[in-house]
């Protein structure tokens, strides 16, 4: 029994556009579809989400979902979208970084059910490389005309006046190589069904010509919509760069961040698109956020789902400790039991200096600390000021004068917290 995938993917504004006939052909029972990942890195990112959830929600509605490495085409280079071409990568990275992307993966899919619609994972170059060129021309290229080749978006961009450096064979070659794809594993596994970003129609349908002119089949392709943010900025990036899975890469802190600080308009439309939670537990949040926006409720809603599943609830607990440190209430046992990398993690960027160990261990007064010794405040004057208004916190308490520091102060054996007011935070290292 099958529930309605493309009836899901409308009402969370996850479809951009299908082909005919999409939505009746999957209601006729388990169908499997397929979508491309690209493996030119050991993680994916958060650009790659909305295609995961695609495949996600593919396996919910009873189907098969098939996540394909693309280690043949990652060695070329998809042109759509792009300005130039990539770096191409060799083999064992490719494998390496195939690894890594199953076990994320893993996350979402379920590989390892004994039903039908089991997700697979596979590798295009695990068929491609049995390809000599003069094979692939003869039994793949006569088939699709350099009329329709030319005739798609992705190669016309790149031919038109814009781009100074046109574009090379092998990436014009690109669409006839995916579409094999389709073709392949319509052929192996009766997949009918190709999916992906709204930037990929071309690739996907030239596919489904593959299947129509060489098996006389059916092939069919779904798109969703590229994620945009309000702003106008790019999704899924920060100041540092992309926002990945992997927590070497951006750690579960700085991931729970990302989300937390989506705008309003932003979080309406990616609590949808980004959870699986019902339509009416959807609806409830979006409208208890409306009548009290400055709770967040929305943003907070977001960021505990992703986090906990990309990451662990254990992730999400330090993450959200983290955040009530730097912006609500917290207090100095608190900061001590961070771990020393989330401590500086969470006070990157935040001026610091160093004091010798031994003059905080024999009593350093609260004016030398707050001035001479680490200019953190500009004269000796202005910290009495700031001490006697009781603006001034050690590891989020307030002090006054009269405060000595000491090796009681340390966070991790190493570090004070110095605050002036809510937002002005300095770091103390003793070495």
């Keep these: 029994m099958v529930s309605n995938f493309v009836k899901e993917l409308r009402w969370r504004g996850m479809l951009h556009d299908s082909m005919p006939g999409t939505e009746e052909h999957l209601m006729e029972g388990m169908r499997s579809a397929y979508v491309g990942i ?59 970084n195939q690894e890594a992307i199953k076990e994320q993966l893993s996350r979402f899919l379920d590989f390892d059910g004994n039903g039908p619609n089991a997700a697979l ?31 798609k978006d992705s190669v016309r961009k790149r031919l038109s006046e814009e781009s100074k450096e046109g574009m090379s064979f092998t990436e014009f070659s690109y669409q006839l190589v995916q579409g094999y794809d389709f073709l392949h594993l319509y ?23 593959l299947i129509r002119r060489i098996e006389g089949g059916k092939g069919f392709a779904l798109t969703c919509p590229l994620i945009t943010k309000a702003d106008g900025t790019k999704f899924g990036k920060t100041e540092s760069g992309n926002v990945w899975l992997d927590a070497h890469r951006t750690s579960p802190y700085k991931f729970y961040q990302y989300w937390v600080n989506t705008s309003d308009e932003d979080a309406e439309k990616y609590i949808k698109i980004f ?140 570090y004070v917290l110095l605050q002036r007011g809510k937002k002005n935070y300095f770091v103390l290292v003793a070495e």
């Design 38 to 96: 690209d493996p030119t890195a050991d993680s994916l990112h958060i650009g790659h989400l909305v295609s995961v959830m695609m495949l996600r929600h593919f396996q919910l509605a009873g189907h098969r979902p098939i996540a394909l490495i693309g280690g043949a085409t990652g060695m070329i280079g998809d042109p759509s979208g792009k300005s130039s071409e990539r770096n191409l990568l060799d083999e064992t990275t490719l494998r390496l």
């Design 121 to 151: 994972l596979v590798n295009n170059y695990d068929w491609m490389r049995e390809f000599t060129f003069l094979d692939f021309i003869r039994d793949v290229g006569k088939h699709i005309t350099v009329n329709y080749m030319m005739a």
């Design 187 to 209: 052929r192996k596994y009766h997949c009918t069904l190709q999916m992906g970003g709204s930037d990929q129609w071309g690739n996907i349908t030239t596919g489904t010509e």
């Design 275 to 414: 959870t699986f939670l019902s339509r009416e537990a959807i609806e409830a949040l979006v409208s208890a956020h409306r009548q009290a926006p400055h709770l967040r409720q929305l943003q907070r809603k977001l960021a505990e789902e992703l986090t906990t599943m990309v990451h662990s609830a254990q992730d999400l607990e330090n993450a959200e400790k983290a955040s009530e440190i730097l912006f609500g209430n917290s207090t100095a046992e608190s900061l001590k039991a961070l771990s020393e990398d989330l401590f500086l993690e969470i006070f990157e960027g935040v001026p610091m200096a160093t004091v010798p160990r031994e003059e905080i261990a024999s009593g350093l007064d609260m004016v030398a600390a707050l001035s001479a010794k680490t200019g953190f405040l500009k004269s000796n004057g202005e910290a009495r000021r700031e001490l006697k208004q009781q603006s001034i916190s050690v590891n989020k308490k307030r002090v006054g004068e009269e405060y000595v520091l000491t090796g009681d102060d340390l966070i991790r054996e190493k």
